[in-house]
């Protein structure tokens, strides 16, 4: 049976609109997927779309990346200074301020500052856990905050050291979301192993093994330690809690090489390197270091107190409160700087009494 000239015609113009219109779609569908990349947010439950994420903070100044299959040096000083502890520690019993300080409230900051008494300890957050630095950092993948004004915070942090007072940084060590993403072979993989696992706050977490991640801590903590910080406490030292990611080792054994490597590296006469862990049993490493804990209750004090292996515990173990609460001041503690005026005020008056 043969088909009529014009209904061939008429066939060939409708498979071709039809294939048009099938590449155009394809074309369309293979766009759409690409922009929903962004949006994918791995969890334990699989994988979602989180269309708020494109509020997060994803601007910023990033240098150029490392050379493919850079060698990476790290220095361990393991000569007769190696564990230098000239200049004892001491207790703290100072003030915090957090990013969120640092992005919406700068101007009090300086004010409440200004009224402190010269060598009070003050810690103040300069890398976040997205991997946002809130100073200006010149590390070649130094992501700076787009929310943060840090030539401010630059200029804060050198009046603080100028008045004498004790600094301290705050730095997100292992829950780095920035430099997972450059750096996939230094991060914790989900266990399919289709990238790296993330959080439920979005973020990715490195591998405390991995020799990547710890020459970048080591550079961020060689960076502040130049700036002047007299200590950097290194938060977020610890495994996120999941079953969700790849990670065959101890991990209470990793945890403790990581945190020896990292002072042998940054050891410097007077300088102290700090943990903030989860753990409060967290075996310190031979050196000046001090444990960290943060979001614990008063009442738990005496308790998490009675747990940890430091030498001193007046001196080494350091409460992060959130109140006032007395039970906190047998050890050293760091108050958000929100309450350093009625702290301030009380102890004038005890001090006249």
Same mark, same amino acid.
């Given at each position: 049976?043969?088909?009529?000239?014009?209904?061939? &015609?008429?066939?060939?113009?409708?498979?071709?609109?039809?294939?048009? /219109?099938?590449?155009?779609? @394809?074309?369309?569908?293979?766009?759409?997927?690409?922009?929903?990349?962004?949006?994918?947010?791995?969890?334990?439950?699989?994988?979602?779309?989180?269309?708020?994420?494109?509020?997060?903070?994803?601007?910023?100044?990033?240098?150029?990346? %490392?050379? @493919?299959?850079?060698?990476?040096?790290?220095?361990?000083?393991?000569?007769?200074?190696?564990?230098?502890?000239?200049?004892?520690?001491?207790?703290?019993?100072?003030?915090?301020?957090?990013?969120?300080?640092?992005?919406?409230?700068?101007?009090?900051?300086?004010?409440?500052?200004?009224?402190?008494?010269?060598?009070?300890?003050?810690? /103040?957050?300069?890398?976040?856990?997205?991997?946002?630095?809130?100073? %200006?950092?010149?590390?070649?993948?130094?992501?700076?905050?787009?929310?943060?004004?840090?030539?401010?915070?630059?200029?804060?942090?050198?009046?603080?050291?100028?008045?004498?007072?004790?600094?301290?940084? &705050?730095?997100?060590?292992?829950?780095?979301?920035?430099?997972?993403?450059?750096?996939?072979?230094?991060?914790?993989?989900? #266990?399919?192993?289709?990238?790296?696992?993330?959080?439920?706050?979005?973020?990715?977490?490195?591998?405390?093994?991995?020799?990547?991640?710890?020459?970048?801590?080591?550079?961020?903590?060689?960076?502040?330690?130049?700036?002047?910080?007299?200590?950097?406490?290194?938060?977020?030292? &610890?495994?996120?809690?999941?079953?969700?990611? /790849?990670?065959?080792?101890?991990?209470?054994?990793?945890?403790?090489?990581?945190?020896?490597?990292?002072?042998? @590296?940054?050891?410097?006469?007077?300088?102290?390197?700090?943990?903030?862990?989860?753990?409060?049993?967290? @075996?310190? %490493?031979?050196? &000046?270091?001090?444990?960290?804990?943060?979001?614990?209750?008063?009442?738990?004090?005496?308790?998490?107190?009675?747990?940890?292996?430091?030498?001193?515990?007046?001196?080494? #173990?350091?409460?992060?409160?959130?109140?006032?609460?007395?039970?906190?001041?047998?050890?050293?503690?760091?108050?958000?700087?929100?309450?350093?005026?009625?702290?301030?005020?009380?102890?004038?008056?005890?001090?006249?009494?």
């Amino acid at each position: 049976m043969s088909i009529p000239y014009r209904t061939r &015609r008429v066939i060939n113009r409708v498979g071709t609109v039809f294939l048009t /219109i099938l590449l155009i779609g @394809a074309v369309a569908w293979l766009c759409w997927v690409v922009w929903l990349e962004r949006y994918v947010v791995y969890t334990e439950d699989g994988a979602t779309l989180d269309f708020s994420l494109s509020s997060q903070e994803v601007s910023g100044e990033v240098a150029n990346p %490392p050379v @493919a299959e850079e060698n990476i040096s790290i220095y361990y000083n393991e000569g007769s200074d190696a564990l230098n502890t000239s200049s004892d520690m001491t207790q703290l019993n100072g003030y915090y301020i957090t990013s969120e300080m640092l992005q919406t409230e700068l101007a009090g900051v300086n004010e409440k500052v200004d009224k402190l008494v010269s060598g009070t300890p003050i810690m /103040i957050d300069m890398k976040g856990p997205y991997g946002s630095f809130f100073y %200006p950092s010149h590390l070649d993948e130094a992501l700076h905050s787009a929310s943060t004004d840090v030539e401010a915070v630059g200029e804060l942090v050198t009046k603080l050291q100028n008045k004498g007072f004790y600094t301290i940084a &705050r730095v997100s060590a292992f829950q780095d979301y920035n430099f997972g993403l450059n750096h996939v072979s230094s991060g914790l993989y989900m #266990l399919s192993r289709a990238g790296l696992w993330m959080d439920d706050e979005g973020f990715y977490w490195l591998d405390p093994t991995n020799a990547t991640t710890i020459n970048w801590i080591t550079n961020i903590i060689a960076e502040l330690k130049e700036m002047g910080f007299q200590e950097v406490m290194l938060a977020n030292f &610890r495994f996120p809690v999941s079953d969700q990611y /790849i990670f065959d080792g101890d991990k209470d054994t990793a945890l403790q090489e990581a945190a020896q490597k990292l002072v042998s @590296a940054t050891n410097a006469s007077g300088f102290t390197l700090s943990f903030g862990v989860d753990n409060a049993a967290f @075996a310190l %490493p031979e050196g &000046r270091c001090r444990i960290y804990l943060e979001g614990v209750d008063a009442s738990r004090a005496e308790t998490l107190a009675s747990q940890t292996t430091v030498e001193d515990k007046q001196i080494q #173990l350091v409460f992060v409160a959130e109140t006032n609460d007395t039970r906190f001041n047998e050890y050293s503690v760091l108050r958000s700087l929100n309450v350093a005026d009625v702290l301030e005020a009380q102890k004038a008056d005890a001090s006249n009494g």
